[in-house]
């Protein structure tokens, strides 16, 4: 079995209110919370991860980017607000019936 892994680099902010971290990736409007600012981080990166790991599996991905605003751009970055940083996200595929010939999965 064949595999590879994508990594979506994924901009989010984490900001403390009231005792409580929420971490958010506005863009994709994906919202969680922590105790703590590692905790906010590790539950929205979860949360991206299931977000778009689903999108991929039911292949509506490149509809909810474009629905979102996205469109490909050739290495650009964003800017990000006082609270932002960037995680990346892993998105894995395995190729059950590899049969080393990219005609049938190339367009």
């Known amino acids: 079995m ?3 892994t994508l990594k979506i680099n ?3 902010d984490i900001e403390e209110k009231e005792g409580v971290f929420i971490a958010s990736c506005k863009s994709l409007d994906v919202f969680t919370q922590g105790t703590t600012m590692a905790h906010a ?3 929205i990166i979860e949360a991206l991860d299931l977000f778009l790991s689903m999108c991929a599996e039911m292949g509506t991905l490149e509809q909810v980017l474009s629905a979102c605003g996205f469109k490909p ?3 650009s ?3 990000l607000s006082p609270h932002g940083k960037y995680v990346d996200i892993p998105l894995p595929f395995i190729c059950a019936n590899h049969n080393n010939t990219l005609s049938k999965c190339h367009a």
């Open 41 to 43: 981080e590790q539950n």
């Open 73 to 75: 751009e050739k290495n």
């Open 2 to 4: 064949e595999r590879i």
């Open 10 to 12: 994924v901009p989010v």
């Open 77 to 79: 970055v964003a800017p």
